[in-house]
């Protein structure tokens, strides 16, 4: 009787990493291996001391995704270079959030980073929940400056992980949207993808056809700040709606309110109706199913669409940036799974960390997973501008679909904006609010502007307390 | 445990008890960490202004939490929908449970049967409820009751990205789920009933109906109010059913009490307001379930 409660948990966790070590097991399965795995030299030309805090062993949490699984395959190459262990632990991405919070407010240094949300770094500062990198990025004993290159790192990404100018947070995979439609679809009417957001509606509109089971267009609908809260911003920026003013979060503006009625005009008229209760996966299998003629989400759901087992439309897929908004802007997500540093961990740990992040987000490292992996699922988020201007790149991308990386090169480059979404420590409330306001647009209970004020009334209430 | 040693003055009853609270020690002391010390953080939680958000306003806030539910319109939504939800789904399943039991009843054989086929559903865990109604029987187009409206000729709908119809199917699978525990309690009820007393009512000519509502109802009334009460705290708590089917969607058309303080604490990270709101739904479960027992020793 005794035991009874106080054995549920250890049992529980033991599973969790029984559960954990056997997918470990699966991603270092021999097969998969990277051919040429015991060829440590491009790393051993840094000037650092690898195996300086050999013997420490850390944790990571990550999301289960190919990009990360190609990174998992390649632990063993790091244990031989630094005599650290990594122990991975993957966790769904609908949870990592509450799981590292959970860790990092309780000081249990469970986790030694994880696969971190960009818009919650001013959360975690606030909290000083997490190490500021600068000083890890100029402590030469740790970091071979010229060797890591971290400006090479994509501007916004570098950005979207720093608050008020210090990185907490180094890049290690990442997406923009872009706008993906169907090459055979447009060439059959002779439209061009869309430069702006009425050629858009107006290109879904010559496409829609529901009694033939194609819809014009989709956007992910699916009330989330990750979900319905990923897309609006986007619009919201095109519209030329600012989230500040002064120093508050005004979210009812006459932009806001535009473009949360252009997103439920675009949706009703365009979108399967059941578009409200999609995230990007259910997207990408309508569209590789042949039923959505357009849609605008990350470019790494191009994986999705080029499986030969599930898709029927390879080979006839386009991508293109952003249409402009109507201030002439095209906006881009600048989403990334950026790796921070637990601040409860000991120094000695804090080390290792820091040269596993160095590692991964190394330009070695982004290559071997991604043309120099060996197995089927070649990363596209490389978080290096050299990496992808590299023709090697180019080569393991080329049969994604037209202009696949100019499309998302492009947007990388010019048509990201580090205020596409509030940064504030309030985010994990200000982007469930809105989520639950566009969403409630979007199904039709309340009108834009009336949903969009009610979400000011609770903004103001979360940030005055 | 040592070999107690008999004290003068003790009896042997005296010994027992203590021997057996001896016994009893162990588990009452879990018990009493794993049940009451959180409900005591849980209840000094509320009490303190903890919004992860805001560190730097941390503190201690009395009943500051309680005092901003009064023009929180969000809460007073959940508190209505937790009421909606409540009194529909114990009405549905007395009801419909009732029902199913009288006409099993008639059944001379296969009763075995059908109360395992009943059993099915209780023992699916409710997440499990909650994404194989989101996916199998309530998606749009692929959904088993989408299937069954477009045969009709109703038309397809999107069962739970409409407000309305969301709250509607998340009843509906709380119903699905839970009627066959009332249908086999209740069962079970109908079939002690004295038969000599329905004979007596017959010679005295009394028609179906008012044999149902003067012998069966009655004699069933203790049965049927402990359904109701728990069924009720079930409902009141429920959560990993609707957390699987609509997140408490769409907007905030199928947030009861249980799902806003969770997504107040979980998500908007504002702990000593979702610890409040968990403090009054636990204070209404109490409230309700004790004006249940009253009513039920009434008469």
């Known amino acids: 009787m005794k035991h009874r409660p106080a054995q549920v948990r250890p049992g529980r966790r033991r599973i969790l990493k029984q559960a954990a070590s056997v997918g470990v097991l699966a991603a270092t399965m021999p097969h998969l291996l990277y051919a040429q795995g015991d060829d440590l ?126 990185p907490y947070g180094i890049p290690y995979d990442g997406e923009v949207t872009v706008q993906v439609y169907r090459k055979d679809l447009y060439d059959a009417k002779g439209l061009k993808p869309a430069e ?52 508050d979060v005004v979210v009812n503006s006459p932009e806001a309110v535009a473009a949360l009625q252009w997103y439920v005009d675009a949706l009703t008229n365009y979108a399967p109706p059941a578009v409200r209760n999609w995230n990007w996966p259910d997207i990408a299998d309508a569209f590789s199913q042949g039923t959505v003629a357009t849609y605008i989400d990350a470019h790494s759901s191009a994986a999705v669409l ?9 080979g006839k897929i386009g991508f293109a940036r952003w249409p402009k908004g109507p201030n002439g802007k095209r906006v881009t997500s600048i989403w990334n799974w950026g790796f921070p540093i637990n601040a409860s961990l000991t120094e000695k740990q804090k080390k290792a960390t820091w040269l596993f ?8 490292t982004q290559a071997r997973t991604s043309w120099k992996f060996s197995g089927p699922a070649k990363r596209s988020g490389l978080n290096r501008v050299s990496s992808w201007k590299s023709p090697e790149f180019a080569a393991a991308m080329g049969g994604a679909g037209v202009n696949f990386i100019p499309a998302a090169l492009e947007s990388l480059e010019q048509d990201t904006d580090v205020e596409w979404r509030p940064r504030v420590p309030q985010w994990p409330a200000i982007g469930e609010t809105m989520a639950t306001a566009i969403q409630s647009a979007l199904v039709g209970q309340k009108k834009p502007k009336e949903a969009l004020d009610e979400a000011q009334a609770r903004i103001q209430q979360i940030l005055k307390g | 445990m040592g070999v107690s040693v008999p004290r003068p003055g003790d009896t042997l009853a005296r010994q027992e008890r203590r021997f057996a609270l001896a016994l009893l020690a162990p588990a009452l002391l879990v018990l009493l960490l794993t049940t009451t010390a959180p409900l005591f953080y849980l209840a000094w939680t509320s009490l303190q202004r903890i919004d992860l958000g805001m560190p730097w306003l941390s503190g201690f806030a009395g009943l500051d939490n309680y005092s901003k539910m009064g023009a929180d319109p ?44 009943a059993i099915l559903p209780i023992v699916l865990a409710p997440v499990v409820v909650g994404l194989f109604w989101r996916t199998l029987v309530l998606s749009p187009e692929f959904g088993l009751v989408d299937l069954v409206t477009r045969a009709l000729g109703l038309g397809s709908h999107n069962w739970l990205g409409d407000p309305q119809l969301a709250l509607i199917s998340v009843i509906a699978i709380h119903t699905w789920q839970w009627t066959p525990f009332a249908f086999l309690v209740l069962l079970a009820t109908l079939a002690t009933l004295p038969p000599d007393v329905y004979e007596a009512a017959r010679l005295d000519r009394a028609s179906a109906w008012q044999r149902f509502i003067h012998i069966t109802l009655p004699l069933a009334r203790p049965a049927i109010m402990m359904v109701v009460i728990l069924r009720m705290m079930t409902a009141l708590s429920a959560f990993a059913a609707i957390f699987a089917a609509t997140g408490g969607g769409p907007g905030s058309a199928t947030e009861i009490l249980n799902l806003y303080a969770y997504r107040t604490s979980f998500t908007e990270l504002n702990l000593g307001y979702g610890a409040a709101l968990a403090m009054v739904l636990l204070a209404l479960t109490l409230v309700i379930s004790y004006f249940m027992f009253r009513l039920r020793r009434a008469r």
């Open chain 1, 196 to 247: 702006t957001y009425e050629e858009l509606l107006s290109n879904a509109k010559a496409l829609n056809d529901p009694a033939n089971r194609v819809h014009g267009l989709a956007l992910r609908g699916f009330s989330g700040a990750g979900q319905n809260m990923y897309i609006y911003p986007s619009i919201f920026r095109g519209f030329g709606g600012g989230w500040f003013k002064g120093k």
């Open chain 1, 357 to 364: 992040i160095a590692w991964a987000t190394s330009a070695e």
């Open chain 1, 41 to 166: 030299a491009p790393y051993r030309s840094a000037k650092v001391n690898w195996k300086q805090v050999e013997g420490e062993s850390i944790s990571v949490a990550v999301i289960p995704a190919s990009y990360f699984d190609n990174l998992g395959t390649l632990l063993p190459q790091f244990e031989a270079l630094t005599g650290i262990k990594v122990r991975i632990e993957k966790v769904p991405p609908g949870q990592i959030r509450q799981k590292a919070i959970l860790d990092l407010s309780s000081k249990t240094g469970t986790y030694s980073t994880h696969a971190a949300d960009p818009m919650y770094y001013p959360l975690y500062v606030a909290n000083k929940w997490v190490e500021p990198l600068d000083k890890y990025l100029h402590d030469a004993t740790l970091t071979d400056k010229a060797w890591f290159n971290y400006d090479d790192i994509h501007k916004a990404w570098r950005d979207a992980d720093s608050v008020d100018g210090k």
């Open chain 2, 74 to 117: 969000r809460f007073w939504n959940s508190l209505w929908l937790t009421f909606v939800y409540t009194g529909s789904t114990v009405v549905l399943q007395v009801v419909i449970g009732l029902s199913l039991a009288l006409l099993v009843l008639q059944i001379p054989r296969g009763q075995g049967v059908l109360r395992v086929a």
């Open chain 1, 306 to 314: 080029n499986n030969p087992e599930k898709s029927k439309v390879i």
